[in-house]
């Protein structure tokens, strides 16, 4: 029984029509050539760390909730963004928002020989508003340093994200769309906290009313997030509050100058904020942030990181300090768009196999080619000549390889010059659409030849 096809009208509105599903909100599909951008930028994380000693970790994706809520839950991260569930065996799990609270897991269960350097890039989840620059599902490179208090480390791990950025085209300390700040504070340790707070809570409580009636919220869980908070109506409050700076010990106020000190002698250049406090409670010491200057203020955060020592400890580790830093793929590659800077890798083929015999000529054609270690592609589907040629103009294709029924029964191909700039003996431009018909066995090698620089 031939069935009948519906009419061709509403073919179409079905093709049209939105599919049922599309991605979570706050997520969203990245393709090529994004993708290709996404590659590259990781590659050059991982060369650059992996060039500083940094070795690469690959955690879970999810992890017991506790390991997360170990961060601080006056943090928001951990408080309302956590995207936790039970699992079938009822265990009460959560999707990593960050990567710190993992590796420091990593350390405690896996016990490696200190000082211990690592490396990562992966997607988090954070339950957030979605909008650009800020995802539910968003990517980060990172680096952490466990096991030593040394501040040349935390000066090392600054110098080696200055460098990546460097690398991509933005300049740390460089005015217009390609300049990132480096903003620097120190935390002091734990010990110096409690007498900083209190100063924080009586100036925060002597001006209440003056307060947003969120930051009066968060005043009651920890005083230290108002300094974080963005309201017009707290500046003046948080403006006016104490400095940490006048409360912490001689030893982290010493590693604190040391930073500096080894910033200058590398030549980085950066801006001390005392009201730099981040969003997660567990960092001590250094704390530091790059802000994009094409970003707007709300999302200008590229990355950020610090010394948290007493995380390993609280997650039932060995009493070790650690330092580290994430930053943020997404927002990070939208600061090279504003800037016009990072161009994507070129994807595009070097030979295109315009194949017309019906036989496996196409197939094997191609694999050759592949397997000569050229970047090859073709169409499918018995398409005519002029069709397959299309093709492969469209495909940015140097050269394109053609067999006919005249070329297959010869045991020749035709190589033909698809752009200009495809170079030949001594440098002289080969003429496009030039073409000649050559020996199957001489087909890499001509190839080859033609697509020298
Ligand atoms: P944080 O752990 O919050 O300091 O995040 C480090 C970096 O990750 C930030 O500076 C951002 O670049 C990036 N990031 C954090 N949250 C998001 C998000 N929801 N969407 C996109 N990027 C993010």
Redesign the pocket.
């Known amino acids: 029984m031939v069935t009948a096809q519906p009419p061709l009208a509403s073919n179409l509105r079905g093709f049209m029509a939105r599919p049922s599903f599309q991605a979570a909100p706050g997520t969203r599909d990245l393709l090529s050539p994004d993708t290709d951008r996404w590659r590259r930028l990781t590659e050059v994380f991982a060369d650059a760390a992996s060039k500083a000693g940094f070795g690469q970790i690959v955690t879970p994706m999810f992890e017991d909730i506790g390991v997360f809520t170990r961060l601080g839950e006056a943090s928001d991260?951990v408080s309302k963004e956590l995207y936790d569930f039970e699992d079938k065996g009822g265990r009460h799990v959560a999707l990593r928002p960050?990567f710190t609270a993992s590796v420091c897991r990593s350390f405690a269960q896996n016990r490696q020989l200190t000082p211990w350097k690592t490396w990562y890039v992966g997607s988090a989840f954070?339950y957030?508003k979605p909008q650009k620059?800020?995802?539910?599902q968003?990517d980060?490179v990172g680096a952490e340093v466990i096991g030593t208090h040394d501040p040349d480390v935390d000066v090392e791990l600054i110098a080696l994200a200055v460098g990546f950025y460097e690398s991509l085209g933005l300049v740390i300390g460089g005015d217009g769309p390609t300049g990132v700040t480096l903003i620097l504070n120190s935390l002091g340790d734990k010990a110096d906290r409690p007498a900083y707070l209190d100063a924080l809570r009586a100036h925060f409580e002597a001006s209440l009313d003056q307060l947003s009636e969120q930051s009066r919220a968060t005043l009651e869980i920890n005083p230290l997030r108002v300094l974080d908070s963005k309201r017009p109506q707290d500046a003046e409050l948080v403006a006016a509050a104490p400095v940490l700076a006048d409360f912490i010990s001689d030893e982290a106020t010493a590693a604190f100058e040391r930073v500096k000190a080894g910033l200058d002698a590398l030549g980085v250049a950066y801006v001390v904020d005392p009201r730099l406090v981040?969003?997660?409670d567990y960092y001590t010491r250094t704390t530091f942030e790059f802000a994009a200057n094409s970003l707007s203020s709300a999302q200008n955060?590229?990355?950020?990181g610090g010394r948290y020592d007493g995380l390993v400890a609280d997650l039932g580790g060995p009493d070790e300090p650690g330092v580290g830093f994430?930053?943020?793929i997404?927002?990070t590659l939208i600061a090279c768009d504003d800037a016009g800077i990072f161009a994507g890798p070129d994807t595009s083929v070097d030979v295109w196999v315009v194949a017309t015999t019906g036989g496996l000529d196409g197939l094997e054609i191609a694999h050759e080619l592949r397997q000569a270690g050229l970047r090859v592609d073709r169409s499918f589907d018995h398409r005519s000549m002029k069709a397959q040629m299309k093709a492969a103009n469209r495909s940015g294709a140097a050269v394109a390889v053609i067999v006919g029924e005249g070329e297959a029964a010869a045991g020749t191909v035709s190589v033909r010059v698809m752009q200009s700039d495809a170079q030949g003996e001594g440098g002289a431009p080969h003429i496009k659409n030039q073409q000649s018909e050559i020996s199957r066995s001489d087909m890499v090698g001509t190839i080859k030849e033609l697509l020298l620089p």
Not at 133 to 136: A, D, E, L, M
Not at 301 to 304: K, Q, T, V
């Open positions: 991260v960050e954070r957030d620059g800020r995802y539910r968003f980060q981040r969003g997660l955060a590229l990355g950020g994430a930053l943020g997404d927002r």
